[in-house]
């Protein structure tokens, strides 16, 4: 993430660095091994040296130093023009940019009690530094200069689209605004910065706190045995003795429910998960109430009638309206789907209790997923059981997402033991590009643990750029449970596939070739960003890829074909549930943040809130609950996607139209993956995503390819261009 990037988002979701124009400036400390330029190779952070006591001294530091440079530029008696102003501001905040990389990227995966105090301590400051930039008269009079006499300048597209940039945020940022409406700003922002960072310690806490501990082995049936290992290691490293724990992962339905068949287990589990931050010392109904009514609040400030106005104005949906529509259409084929699928579950428990002479019982949430794989197992001869064995962990990176790297793009791949880690788990590789030049680090953390946040996800420790030659330094993270030494990493297909998801990310960081920092990579939109991510999933599943790294762990065979086509025809099953829980929270997403002030619910109603929005979408399902439940819905409110967690379904249709046209010109060849590498992963934000899509695709997105692959065509007949 560039530095202003990550003063916009950080500190405006989850809390950045930015010192009080008031605070004296902490001195630079060369010795700092978090504040200094690494030596290492691609500037890897020294990450056997850096101490957590390193961090408050060097965002001090840094803070000092960018406002330093930011105070000369603003200064600077030569009229402004690009380079004295935006080149220089673009240069500028360097140490801040480090630090904050290092420190964020080890909060959401390695952190500890520390760490999370910087956090708190840092979250309002970060914010007010922020503010004191963007809110500079003086500096937003030179930003405004360049950008009226751009047609005089000369400049090139991408340096255009810079001054573009820089324009557009500093406007967004307020710097319009009259002085007293300035320093309301300057209140909610510390605020908000604060309540983030607060939202975001309270999921973890309650997510690490709602492990379910299991007495008896017997209760597990349905796991695998290295499932069940897991589990008593998870156990023992919370001091518990002949005893299971099963962690909980970040979303409402957990993994392991489908394979439970304890029915009482499954239902502690679920409630487990339900129940996290929505009461106890961990509450964040609090936090939603006011972090809602704030952020609806500055939206009216900058001139937008509510907060999902404000964040869509620069996305690439633009409005709410439009979002909406996309939503609104695809919820009744997939509400119309899920209920079909209720009615066949139901259908299956109930001819299971006669056959058992039982009682039988209505479909519930914790049933749903269970169920579904008998079902699955039946319709396909499948189950994950039959599957695991042929998706060891190691192979699927090595023989699949580093496999297909190499075949579209010519990138190789070379383990870098010799470099520092932050954690054990951690593995570092050089990638080289197809003419053997060194192009960026990779580094992988792909097993939970209880220092890590929930989910998957991809980040950078170093952006790409010509400006300030630098080569990417990326990391992905899993959340696979570990297994018990000596057994491997066996994962589910979905899991394989998420590992090629993050992997799409790590590719747009590092095949980015752009001058400056500002529209590097991953700097995209948020319904941007997720596309090319999305469309690497598909070299998951492509036949010459899946007959590549899909081998029995043991044996080392390939997984047989008939296995491979019962696998790849379940892509579609269930699809209805997939959707609908998803669709269910971007839509309840979007209810929170297409209110006004006025309309922000009290703490004791925020989950009445939250029901009536669901039901006003049509999507308040008894057996089908939201892929998030409000109180640890960390994305939309810790995590930089308020108002825009539609984005990945935003995405989809262009990563589904792309892998349309891979399949038209032939499919898994270095010519196709080199001109989606120039037209788009090369690109960043060099240019807006709407016409860098075009210019790859060949015209507008088309939603029909994303329904075919949900299985979702024959019950929506629009299946024109998306908007």
């Known amino acids: 993430m560039h530095k202003w990037l990550t003063l916009v988002a950080l500190m405006w979701t ?424 060194r192009l960026a680090l990779l580094l992988t953390d792909f097993y939970a643990r209880e220092s890590k946040q929930g989910g998957a996800w991809m980040n950078e420790f170093v952006g790409q750029s010509r400006l300030e030659r630098t080569q990417a330094v990326v990391i992905i993270n899993l959340n696979v449970a570990k297994p018990a030494e000596g057994q491997p990493a066996l994962l589910t297909f979905d899991e394989a596939t998420g590992m090629f998801h993050e992997f799409g990310h790590a590719l747009h960081g590092m095949l980015s070739s752009v001058n400056y920092p500002l529209l590097h990579g991953t700097a995209t939109p948020r319904d941007f960003v997720e596309y090319p991510s999305q469309f690497n999933e598909m070299w998951a599943r492509e036949p010459a890829v899946l007959a590549h790294y899909a081998r029995h762990f043991k044996t080392g065979q390939p997984m047989p074909p008939d296995l491979l086509d019962k696998v790849l025809a379940a892509q579609k099953f269930d699809q209805g549930y997939a959707t609908t829980e998803y669709l269910a929270a971007a839509m309840l997403d979007q209810s929170w943040h297409q209110i006004g002030p006025e309309r922000a619910p009290p703490p004791s109603q925020v989950m009445a809130f939250e029901k009536a929005a669901l039901g006003r979408a049509g999507v308040d399902l008894s057996a089908v609950p939201p892929r998030y439940h409000s109180p640890y819905f960390t994305h939309i409110f810790a995590g930089g996607y308020s108002a825009g967690y539609y984005a990945y379904l935003w995405s989809e249709v262009l990563a589904r139209d792309t892998e349309q046209w891979f399949h038209r010109h032939g499919g898994l060849n270095r010519a196709n993956g080199d001109f989606f590498r120039a037209k788009v992963l090369s690109r960043g934000r060099s240019e807006e995503p709407k016409p860098l899509f075009e210019a790859f695709y060949g015209g507008p997105a088309e939603i029909g390819p994303l329904l075919q692959h949900r299985g979702l065509a024959p019950t929506l007949h629009n299946a024109g261009p998306h908007g």
């Open 14 to 437: 989850v809390g950045v660095p930015l010192r009080a124009a008031d605070e004296p400036a902490a001195p630079p400390n060369a010795s700092n091994p978090v504040a200094e330029l690494s030596a290492l190779p691609y500037r890897l952070p020294r990450f056997d040296a850096i101490k957590d006591s390193d961090f408050e001294p060097a965002f001090e530091a840094g803070m000092a130093e960018q406002r330093a440079q930011v105070d000369a530029i603003a200064r600077d008696p030569q009229p402004p023009d690009f380079e004295n102003t935006l080149v220089a501001l673009e240069r500028s905040g360097g140490m801040l940019d480090r630090v904050s990389k290092v420190f964020f990227n080890l909060d959401a995966s390695n952190t500890d009690p520390q760490i999370q105090a910087v956090r708190q301590k840092m979250a309002p400051k970060l914010a007010a530094h922020r503010d004191a930039i963007f809110l500079n008269p003086d500096l937003f009079a030179r930003v405004e200069a360049v950008w009226r006499g751009r047609a005089d300048l000369g400049l090139d597209p991408e340096s255009l689209q810079l001054a573009q940039r820089y324009q557009t945020l500093f406007v967004r940022a307020g710097a319009r605004l009259a002085a007293p409406d300035q320093a309301r700003l300057r209140q909610i922002n510390e605020r908000i910065a604060e309540l983030t960072t607060r939202f975001q310690q309270n999921v973890r806490k309650a997510t690490n706190d709602g492990a379910v501990v299991v007495d008896e082995a017997s209760a597990l049936e349905g796991l695998s045995a290295e499932q069940i290992g897991a589990a008593a290691q998870a156990a023992r490293a919370r001091g518990l003795e002949h005893q299971w724990a099963i962690a909980l992962q970040n979303t409402t339905i957990q993994p392991v429910l489908a394979q439970l068949k304890n029915r009482a287990l499954r239902e502690r589990i679920y409630r487990a998960s339900i129940g996290r931050a929505g009461g106890g010392d961990a509450d964040n109904t609090g936090v939603i109430a006011e972090l809602v009514k704030l952020r609806a609040e500055r939206a009216r400030l900058l001139g937008y009638p509510d907060h999902a106005s404000y964040v869509l104005a620069d996305e690439a949906a633009g409005t709410s309206t439009a979002v909406n529509r996309m939503l609104g259409e695809l919820a009744p084929a997939a509400v119309g789907k899920v209920r079909r699928d209720a009615g066949e579950l139901q259908a299956l428990i109930d001819a299971q209790a006669r056959a058992a002479r039982a009682p039988g019982f209505q479909l519930q949430p914790w049933d749903w997923a269970y169920y579904v794989e008998q079902a699955r197992k039946a319709r396909f001869d499948l189950s994950d059981s039959d599957v695991k064995p042929y998706f060891e962990m190691n192979r699927v990176l090595r023989d699949g997402v580093f496999y297909a790297a190499h075949e579209l793009y010519g990138l190789t791949f070379k383990a870098r033991d010799d470099l520092p880690r932050y954690h054990p788990d951690v593995r570092i590789y050089e990638v080289f590009d197809a003419d053997g030049s």
